[in-house]
Structures are given as structure tokens and as C-alpha cells.
């Protein structure tokens, strides 16, 4: 499984970004992996973000982008989005998005086996 995150920018605070990540490769079946992503801040741990189980329903996500953050997916496509409003500064970071065939899914980065590169997001005046 390949995942290829994009969709970062630089941006002012109170802006909205759209993050997507692909998912790629044989033999394998999207609609049974659940996804998460994380980020991590330079200094910082990786943290998780927001996460999707394979149905799509029951999302959950970190009590500091709640009401801000909407993820969701299009299985047909193969991808999942991030779905980023009212920016913070505190969301710099770069932006990771994993999976696991699963039905839950999780915001513990050790509950994924595969990883996408980063893709950086930049909130800044």
C-alpha cells in the first residue's frame, strides 16, 4: 500500500486548507483499510489529528482541531481528505496520513503499518 499525501501550503491564520491522500498499489482493497492522519510540529511529537474507520462513519479527532477539522473519504478515488478551516498558527506542522486494514481506527500512530510522506502545512501572518 503507497499513500501520497498533498494539498500543504502556506497560509494566513483563519484560511482553510484541503489536505488528500491517495492510496495506491496491487492487491489490495481500500474500502477495508482505515486512515488516520497525524502531524508533527518541528521539536514535537507526531501527533494524530483526525482518523476515519473503513465505513466512513464514527470519525474522531484530536480536542484541539475539533470543530475546525472534517475528515472524510471517496472510496471510489481511493483517497481520504483533511479538511482544514479557521487555521492556526499552532497548526504548522507537517502533515502525515496512514493506514491499517481495519475496521476502527485510531489516533495512535503505532496502530498504523503504512505511511505516506509529509506534506507541510505553514499558518502564518
Known amino acids: 500500500v503507497q499513500l501520497q499525501a498533498s494539498g500543504g501550503g502556506s497560509v494566513q491564520p483563519g484560511s482553510s486548507l484541503r489536505l488528500s491522500c491517495a492510496a495506491s498499489?496491487?492487491?489490495?482493497?481500500?474500502?477495508?483499510?482505515?486512515i488516520g492522519w497525524f502531524r508533527q510540529a518541528p521539536g514535537k511529537e507526531r501527533e494524530g489529528v483526525s482518523c476515519?474507520?473503513?465505513?466512513?462513519?464514527?470519525?474522531h479527532n484530536v480536542d484541539s482541531v475539533k470543530g475546525r477539522f472534517t475528515i472524510s473519504r471517496d472510496n471510489a478515488k481511493k483517497t481520504v481528505y483533511l479538511h482544514m478551516n479557521s487555521l492556526k498558527p499552532e497548526d504548522t506542522a507537517v502533515y502525515y496520513c496512514?493506514?491499517?486494514?481495519?475496521?476502527?481506527?485510531?489516533?495512535?500512530?503505532?496502530?498504523?503499518?503504512?505511511w505516506g510522506q509529509g506534506t507541510l502545512v505553514t499558518v502564518s501572518s
Open positions: 496512514a493506514a491499517q486494514r481495519a475496521i476502527s481506527c485510531s489516533l495512535q500512530k503505532e496502530f498504523y503499518l503504512y
Open positions: 498499489g496491487s492487491g489490495f482493497t481500500f474500502d477495508y483499510f482505515a
Open positions: 476515519i474507520p473503513n465505513s466512513g462513519d464514527l470519525t
